[in-house]
Nanobody, 125 residues
Framework: QLQLVESGGGLVQPGGSLRLSCAAS????????VGWFRQAPGKEREGVSC????????NYADSVKGRFTISRDNAKNTVYLQMNSLKPEDTAVYYC??????????????????WGQGTQVIVSS
């Protein structure tokens, strides 16, 4: 069983930055594609960014392109999400998830089997 734990969330002013981490245990994270998802109150969970198991390919939601960067360090069993130029609309609980399938154009929650507990991100002045 793969366990995922997110960290790095918090309160940040608009225009600020945060770096989220997703640490895995139990199984090698290198075997899985990993995605970051978020869910704001009253909204559906949406895909933010995903990365292939090898780290070669990534994709991003249009709303975060140019501001967020996903990366992974398989030796450390960790995936990161660097979030820059944060906006109030980025406020949400952010989840990382792992699964066997990477899609080039979209991150679908249904493709991911293992989920972390989430970390809250609040962007507010």
């Amino acid at each position: 069983q793969l366990q995922l734990v997110e960290s790095g969330g918090g309160l940040v002013q608009p225009g600020g930055s945060l770096r989220l981490s997703c640490a895995a245990s139990g199984l090698p994270l290198a075997n899985y594609a990993v995605g970051w998802f978020r869910q704001a109150p009253g909204k559906e969970r949406e895909g933010v960014s995903c990365i292939r198991s090898s780290g070669i390919s990534t994709n991003y939601a249009d709303s975060v392109k140019g501001r967020f960067t996903i990366s992974r360090d398989n030796a450390k069993n960790t995936v990161y999400l660097q979030m820059n130029s944060l906006k109030p609309e980025d406020t949400a609980v952010y989840y990382c998830a792992a699964g066997p399938l990477y899609r080039h154009s979209v991150c679908l929650p249904s493709d991911y089997y293992y989920w972390g507990q989430g970390t809250q991100v609040i962007v507010s002045s």
